[in-house]
């Protein structure tokens, strides 16, 4: 037998340490080439782990929750030598497995598992070291068959679906539509959703949910936000995106959010200090050039921000696309590190949830973020041309802007938001260069 130490990768550029957000196996387990082993989160993304040999699981890192830097043992594996020698393994695993003894010349592993010192009770009696429990065969071979994202198990594991009763439509990993077409049809198989009530819980803050609490409150506690709320009369836009969606053909279906972002771009070239980012430790203010809108996004695991890249070179229809696919890697949790950072203005929506009007946080070190409120009909004084009024229907939409006050004016704030209702009250404006 030989023991392959997997240390784990840079999984990011630039990032130093990555936090363990699942295991997907646990001490005794034996696990295959390729077997996805554990969820690893950055400053940007998940990543899946995959073990680099076959063999069984004898130590772990940590525990969920707990940071591994880069290039530290993740878990060690024990091999036996003729599948060692077959596998694609490193040199490091090829020595050992050449020199079985030299494990024993090594200094004590900090990880989980065998070889670890025994902890004591305060009489002095050793505490027996945490075994898992084991499985009957069948059943670790179905647990082992189950590929879904961490996102998919725990929106399966809150419904009381077990996974493996799930068909994936292609391939064999469950995803969000596959769990959809069971709970649609799962009556058939029996299954019918839990209706006892939820016990009391305690929930560990880590993953993207640590990581939203970090940054929301490094955002408060650094910047002096203010916020600017408009109404802006949206009833020509809606008009016009009817319109649109009407003639798409094979194009994706407009939402109100592709025609904002167009006018946020055209209308940011003459406002460049609302386009930025604030070093705080450096004390300069970084105005981009173009358009990297961040797009927050409600996902299982959390809220995140990606980003579309030059924003400003990209029609409604491209924008509608972009959008499309970023929320969907975003929600499945397979979104890239590159779909991540490095915006230079976010926009923030809860679509029909809006409401009547929001105070967004900055994504810091942007300096600011736009969020459209809820579109509601209402009636409104409109001239009749003969110097009179008229009553009229009106969908009307408060705008909110919040801002960075050390680097943007609260009239600089205003008058960009003036600028933007003027474009979006007048929407063929949108189309002309």
């Not at 981009?288 to 809220?303: D, E, I, K, R, Y």
Request: charged share 25%; with cysteine.
């Amino acid at each position: 037998m030989a023991r392959f130490t997997f240390r784990l990768p840079d999984i990011g550029e630039g990032i130093s340490e990555a936090e363990i957000v699942a295991w997907h196996v646990k001490l005794g387990d034996r696990v295959e080439e390729d077997q996805s082993v554990a969820d690893m989160m950055t400053d940007k993304a998940t990543v899946e782990m995959e073990s680099p040999v076959s063999g069984t699981i004898v130590e772990l890192a940590g525990e969920v929750g707990d940071q591994v830097p880069i290039g530290s043992a993740l878990m060690v594996i024990e091999t036996d030598a003729v599948e060692e020698a077959a596998s694609p393994a490193t040199e490091e695993a090829v020595l050992e497995a050449e020199n079985p003894g030299v494990e024993e010349a090594q200094p004590p592993s900090p990880l989980r598992g065998e070889g670890m010192p025994q902890a004591e009770t305060s009489d002095g009696s050793p505490v027996a070291a945490p075994h898992p429990d084991p499985l009957p065969g069948g059943e670790r071979e179905q647990e082992k068959k189950v590929l879904a994202s961490p996102a998919v198990r725990a929106r399966a594991l809150d419904l009381g679906v077990d996974l493996a009763s799930v068909k994936p439509a292609e391939g064999d990993r469950v995803r969000h539509s596959d769990l959809d077409a069971f709970l649609r049809y799962g009556s058939g198989q029996g299954y019918t959703p839990a209706r006892a009530p939820r016990a009391d819980e305690a929930v560990r803050v880590i993953g993207m949910r640590r990581r939203i609490a970090e940054n929301m409150a490094a955002s408060k506690r650094a910047i002096p936000h203010f916020t600017y709320v408009e109404e802006i009369d949206v009833t020509a836009l809606e008009e016009t995106r009817a319109q649109l969606n009407a003639g798409r053909g094979n194009r994706p279906k407009l939402t109100m959010l592709p025609l904002l972002i167009v006018a946020i771009c055209k209308t940011l070239p003459d406002f460049p200090m609302l386009n930025a980012r604030y070093d705080d430790e450096a004390g300069v203010v970084n105005r981009s050039g173009a358009v990297h809108m961040g797009m927050a996004t409600q996902t299982p695991a959390g809220l995140m921000v990606p980003v579309i890249r030059n924003a400003d070179s990209r029609n409604v229809w491209q924008l509608a696309t972009e959008i499309g696919r970023l929320a969907e890697a975003a929600r499945a949790g397979s979104i890239a590190s590159t779909d991540m950072g490095g915006g230079t203005i976010t926009l923030t929506s809860l679509g029909p949830l809006g409401g009547i009007a929001t105070t967004p946080v900055i994504n810091r070190p942007e300096v600011a973020i736009i969020g459209p409120n809820r579109i509601v009909e209402r009636p409104v004084f409109r001239s009749d041309g003969r110097g009179g009024e008229t009553i009229a229907r009106a969908k009307l939409m408060n705008l909110s802007i919040s801002c960075d006050h050390r680097v943007v004016d609260g009239y600089d704030a205003a008058s960009y938001v003036q600028a933007l209702k003027r474009l979006l009250e007048t929407p063929v404006m949108l189309f002309a260069d």
